[in-house]
């Protein structure tokens, strides 16, 4: 299981290995195929607020972080999407066409937001 090997290196993504939040990992790992993106995403972004980076979990469950952060970018604009483009995303739409109408400075924004916040940083 590489998230083990990786998170024992790292103490920043000790939030991975909390028994509270294996569930979800377990859930994202396990049911990655059923879940839809915006669903994905939300976990994922769960994950990353609680203190996992995005790219040990994206370790964890094997894919890759551009798919991951893609997710969660999804997950993040989906309130801000038309009801007509949310249904057509719950129906299966590409995103891709979604995200050409969504800013990269609002994506970047909604990346920001997602990092947990250090106290310890200068």
């Known amino acids: 299981m590489p998230c083990m090997r990786f998170n024992s290196r790292r103490s920043s993504n000790a939030a991975l290995r909390a028994p509270e939040l294996r569930y979800w990992l377990e859930l994202l790992r396990r049911d990655w195929d059923q879940l839809t993106s915006v669903e994905k995403g939300d976990i994922a972004n769960l994950l990353v607020r609680c203190g996992c980076s995005a790219r040990a979990l994206a370790l ?25 483009d949310q249904a057509a995303i719950d129906a299966g739409a590409s995103p891709t066409l979604f995200f050409a109408k969504w800013p990269a400075e609002q994506r970047l924004r909604a990346r920001e ?9 200068s």
């Not at 894919?63 to 999804?74: A, F, G, I, N, Q």
């Open 60 to 84: 964890c469950i094997s894919k890759s972080p551009s798919t991951l952060l893609r997710c969660m970018d999804l997950s993040s604009m989906y309130l801000d999407l038309s009801d007509s």
């Open 113 to 121: 937001e997602r990092r947990p916040r250090c106290e310890n940083r």
